[in-house]
Structure formats: C-alpha cells, structure tokens
C-alpha cells in the first residue's frame, strides 16, 4: 500500500507530502487541452513538469501538506504586431498548501500570503490540471516579438490609418503601437 507509485491525475497530496515525494514527466497536448486551445505546443514537445511533496510542522501540531509545483513549455501564439507565428518560452511555479475544508482553505488564504487550497474529498488532487493552470496564468497578454521578421507598415501608411475612417483598420491597432501606446488590457 505504501509504496504504491503516486498518480498526478489523483495525487493523494497528504501521503506526497508526508513521505516527501517528488515526481516530473512531460505531458503532451492530449493531457493539456486548456493550454493548447489558447496555445499549441511548439514542435510537438510535451510540457515538462515536476511537483514535490512537503510537510510542515504546523502552528496547532497538525503537519501541513504542502505540494510545489514547476512546468516549462514552449508554445506557438501569433504576435499582436506582425500577426506572424511565434515560439514562446511558457515556465510556471507554484507552492500550494491543502487544508481540510473549503471555509478554512478560504480564510487562510485571504489571511496568508500563501496560496491555499481545500483538499477534495477523499484526499486526490489533480495535480496535472494544476500545472495546467500555470502554464495558462504564464502566457502573455499582448505576445510579441523583440524584433519583428516582417518589416512594419511605412510611416505614411500608418498616417493615413490613423487619420482615416472610424471603421476598423488593421493598420491602426500598428499604428497605436508604434505610437508607444498598449492594446486592450
Ligand atoms: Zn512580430
């Protein structure tokens, strides 16, 4: 029973923590449907993840469960300035403490700095959907380029964007930006 290899789909984060496991592996597109509906996973690698297991001693002499969580991947955006695909860099972590129950999980994670989650009933956490998370908290806004491959609309192009019509324009989102202005959020 105890040396049952541990499942990240169905992490008995409790048994993780006490006996201080770790486990990494790299999950394919297949196991990460969330992250690549926004963003495919570049050149057919899989993200690669680890997690390991921790107990605290705790205030009240219950030992806390701690899980830390560590994902890298590469995926493919569109880069809001030139439109054209590019390769980013995605790393993601994330130290988590389980408590017994969700008001608890709730109070203490307003309270604490510390990232607080309620351990489902019968102590199983899907610990892939948590790296999963944080890969989809990594991705950024506004994805661009340091340099641009194409070269930008010229000047007098953009001018005439701006100046034009109020109706949408491809070339004045471009135009904001070179004007050191941020699109939407
Ligand atoms: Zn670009």
């Not at 994330?94 to 017994?100: L, T």
């Not at 109706?167 to 070179?178: E, M, R, V």
Request: net charge negative.
């Amino acid at each position: 029973m105890k040396d049952r290899p541990h499942d990240p789909r169905r992490l008995d984060v409790r048994r993780f923590a006490a006996t201080a496991a770790q486990l990494q592996g790299c999950a394919g597109a297949g196991e990460l449907p969330r992250l690549v509906a926004d963003a495919p996973l570049a050149g057919g690698e899989g993200a690669e993840w680890s997690m390991r297991g921790e107990q605290r001693p705790g205030v009240a002499g219950e030992p806390e469960v701690w899980l830390h969580l560590q994902a890298r991947a590469h995926v493919v955006l569109p880069c809001q300035r030139c439109l054209q695909p590019m390769t980013l860099p995605l790393q993601g972590a994330r130290s988590i403490r389980f408590v017994d129950d969700e008001a608890e999980a709730e109070r203490l994670d307003e309270e604490l700095d510390d990232d607080v989650l309620a351990t489902p009933a019968r102590g199983r956490v899907d610990a892939l959907a948590l790296v999963e998370d944080e890969l989809i908290f990594a991705l950024p806004l506004v994805p661009r380029h340091d340099t641009c491959p194409e070269p930008l609309p010229a000047p007098a192009d953009t001018a005439r964007a701006t100046e034009a019509d109020a109706a949408p324009h491809p070339f004045a989102a471009l135009a904001a930006l070179k004007r050191g202005g941020r699109p939407g959020r």
